[in-house]
């Protein structure tokens, strides 16, 4: 039997956990009453509620074909860019892969951020114009863009000569002509099977055994499960192995207890893995993600993937307000560093460093939203925590001097009675418009490259701008010189100035001042923020006050206090709100948000001194 192994990769929201979902359903891996999830390789939580891909995971289907009984191995990917790291170690597991581009967006940011990665792996790509049954789909266009991206990309004679595809992966067709329709995804399939190559590791199924690890995971039973595609030899339990580190270090020695092959969903134990097959390798304690596992006899360790180094960094502390560890059991800083340590070596687009003080930790990734993802776990676990405003992290030119700053490729799509105030925002925030034009429906794109220090809080205000219809894609593009103050231009904030629960009465009277972010009956305390103020500076106020009674009758009927309700802030958005100052307070039932300093008086002699 043949073997293939082949990644999906797009930009997020073009649809591959879905034609993920038909690829299997299609190769018999369902029994005909088992009941299928709809997206089910997004298999956490988090991604399900956010409909978005955030952990790369691997299946394996077996198809009869043409070319006779061939398993393939698939590997879906995430589309967002806060994710890239996912999608740069796995591209070096496969020998092929599907580049999924929305017949009606067209080629996004994200695009040629994954196309970048996978040619630069030598990789030969199929392209599937996906989503063609869309009432403005135009596959034409979409795949002459796609060449132009690949001309524009650098890419090789052999890697131009791309075949091409049409598909809905929500219908389970595909077709290579869209004048004869198909029901079925069999031509993607022997696509599949007929450009891809076999693995070349099936020729060194002979030699020693080695894999690099790629993913990690731990299961409950088996302990630490390091995933990866064998190079060379084969793996079979009970088998004596050491792990190297990427100098060729030796970290451990263990023996393998089990070795688990994808088969559909699942993961099933198998008693021997060949050269070229992806599998999961239980036994040791220490080896983690770019490590090689080999035979004892092996000295070398194989070469793995560099990761782009991460942008934007936040500082992550112990929980220290007043209401601190009521909601959540897990507040102490080394609890804390334990996890955050964990998750760093689970997922390498993460750096965690400690800092002098040793009670707060330096959190670093690709963007605000793999921070929050990562927060947002946290939180569901029992951890509370408090966290700083998201900054981006610097780098220094070694000839120079000069400070160089991340700079993003932006690409809006947008109403075209909106187009005016996106450009003015970005425009004053920085940002160089490189490319404007319609793009069908009514729908204007705008291309921008934008300091991502200018992008930072700017989501909520772009679609209150957009009246929510707007879609803004971004991705790190390159470091450029420093490009001076930034004024982000927002309100000042309504600070609470005493301790205990707030009265309707109150919050009624404080309306008129601004947005209130809490209800009646909330716990506050000093230095929380309750709300935002309607002008530039700070205010102190009292939530709490009472409504005065007295014995003495009056003449009117008393008002029925009616309050707005409150502006509940989401994790992702609380983090680009708030100001240097002050701090997101994150617990398993709460997201408030508070100054650093939480006495108004300190608050004050501080600014002083700044």
Request: glycine share 8%; aromatic share 4%; with cysteine.
């Amino acid at each position: 039997m043949s073997l293939r192994n082949i990644a999906i990769i797009a930009h997020v929201d073009h649809g591959k956990t879905t034609l993920v979902d038909q690829l299997l359903a299609q190769s018999g891996v369902f029994r005909a009453n088992e009941a299928t999830v709809e997206r089910a390789m997004d298999s956490n939580d988090q991604e399900r509620e956010r409909g978005i891909t955030i952990l790369a995971k691997c299946t394996s289907v077996l198809w009869s074909g043409k070319a006779g009984e061939t398993r393939v191995n698939i590997i879906d990917t995430p589309g967002h860019a806060d994710f890239g790291g996912e999608v740069e170690r796995i591209l070096g597991m496969v020998d092929g892969c599907v580049l999924l581009v929305d017949a009606e967006e067209g080629v996004m940011p994200q695009t040629k951020f994954v196309l970048g990665k996978a040619l630069k792996m030598g990789l030969r790509p199929i392209l599937c114009l996906n989503k063609v049954d869309r009432p403005h789909a135009d596959p034409d266009r979409v795949l002459n863009e796609a060449f132009d991206l690949f001309a524009a990309m650098g890419a090789t004679d052999e890697q131009l000569d791309f075949p091409h595809i049409y598909a809905s992966g929500k219908n389970g067709w595909a077709t290579l002509d869209m004048a004869k329709p198909n029901d079925n995804l069999a031509p993607l399939f022997d696509l599949i099977v007929d450009h891809v190559p076999p693995p070349k590791a099936e020729a060194r199924k002979d030699e020693p055994f080695q894999i690099l690890s790629v993913l990690i995971e731990s299961d409950p039973f088996l302990g630490r499960l390091l995933t990866g595609r064998i190079e060379s030899g084969k793996a079979v339990p009970g088998m004596a192995i050491k792990a190297l580190s990427r100098e060729g270090k030796e970290i451990e020695r263990g023996r393998i207890t089990k070795v688990l092959a994808f088969r559909g969903l699942k993961r099933q134990p198998i008693d021997d893995a060949e050269a070229g097959d992806i599998v999961a390798i239980a036994g040791l304690s220490k080896a983690t993600v770019a490590d090689t596992l080999c035979a004892l006899e092996v000295t070398d360790a194989l070469p793995a993937q560099p990761i782009d180094p991460p942008t934007i960094s936040m500082t992550v502390s112990v929980n220290d307000s007043p209401l601190a560890g009521r909601e959540g059991d897990k507040v102490q800083s080394r609890v804390i560093r334990d996890r955050l340590l964990k998750e760093a070596e689970s997922n390498v687009a993460i750096r965690v460093t400690e800092s002098a003080d040793k009670d707060a930790f330096e959190v670093a990734g690709r963007g605000e939203l793999q921070l929050g993802v990562l927060i947002e776990g946290m939180r569901r676990e029992g951890f509370e925590v408090s966290i700083s405003r998201p900054r981006v992290v610097f780098q220094k030119d070694e000839e120079t001097g000069e400070r160089l700053e991340p700079i993003e490729d932006v690409m809006i799509d947008v109403d075209d009675e909106f187009t005016g105030v996106v450009i003015e925002k970005l425009s004053a925030r920085k940002a160089e418009l490189k490319d404007m034009g319609p793009s069908g429906a009514g729908k204007t794109r705008i291309s921008l490259m934008a300091p991502s220090r200018s992008l930072i809080g700017y989501q909520g205000e772009f679609l209150t701008d957009t009246r929510g219809s707007g879609v803004l894609n971004r991705v790190f593009s390159h470091y450029e010189g420093y490009k001076g103050p930034i004024d982000q231009g927002r309100k000042g904030v309504l600070v609470s100035n005493s301790d205990g629960e707030t009265a309707a009465y109150a919050l009624w009277n404080l309306e008129e001042r601004g947005v209130m972010f809490v209800g009646a009956g909330e716990k506050t305390y000093q230095g929380m923020i309750i709300g935002e103020n309607s002008r530039a500076d700070d205010l102190d106020v009292n939530p709490m006050k009472a409504k005065q009674l007295t014995n003495v009758r009056a003449s009117g009927k008393d008002e029925a206090v009616r309050l707005t309700p409150p502006r509940r802030m989401t994790l992702e958005q609380a983090i680009a709100y708030i100001e240097d100052d002050e701090l997101v307070e994150v617990t398993p039932k709460s997201i408030r948000l508070r100054k650093q300093v939480l006495n108004p008086s300190f608050r004050k002699k501080r600014s002083k001194e700044d």
